[in-house]
């Protein structure tokens, strides 16, 4: 059997070792791109943050992965302060609302004079 006759040998006559064997490299490399074109999205994507900590620096793909974890460890703190701030927020105004009704509530059982009533009101309006 000649050499030649190895690589024009069909597909059906290999075994399933030797296509294995033929298609990793194929599918090792199609990973390879995948994993390099996801690093460059994310150079591109975050681009102004990696020139703000390392301005006119090559990143290699680690730096540019660990930038990248860095970011987003540091926006979803940010996310939840907002989110705490705006809780904080919530429960204010409704304690305040509560604290209202219940005055109101106060001052309907009692009889209080009208003019303290009135002053007590617009001062809670404030």
């Known amino acids: ?20 064997k033929l298609r990793k490299p194929v599918v090792e490399k199609m990973r390879r791109d995948r994993i390099n ?24 793909k680690a730096d540019i992965l660990e930038m990248t974890v860095s970011y987003l460890k540091q926006q979803s703190q940010l996310q939840m302060k907002r989110s705490f701030h705006k809780s904080s927020q919530f429960d204010f105004r409704e304690g305040y609302s509560r604290c209202l009704q219940e005055a109101f509530h106060f001052l ?19």
């Not at 059997?1 to 294995?20: H, Q, Y």
Request: glycine letters at 0%.
């Open 1 to 20: 059997m000649a050499p030649s006759t190895v690589f024009l040998e069909p597909d059906n006559l290999l075994t399933p070792k030797e296509k294995n």
């Open 37 to 60: 074109s996801s690093i460059e999205q994310l150079k591109m994507l975050l681009e102004k943050e990696f020139q703000r900590h390392q301005p006119n620096s090559k990143l290699e």
């Open 108 to 126: 309907s059982l009692h009889k209080v004079r009208t003019e303290t009533q009135t002053k007590l009101l617009s001062h809670f309006q404030k």
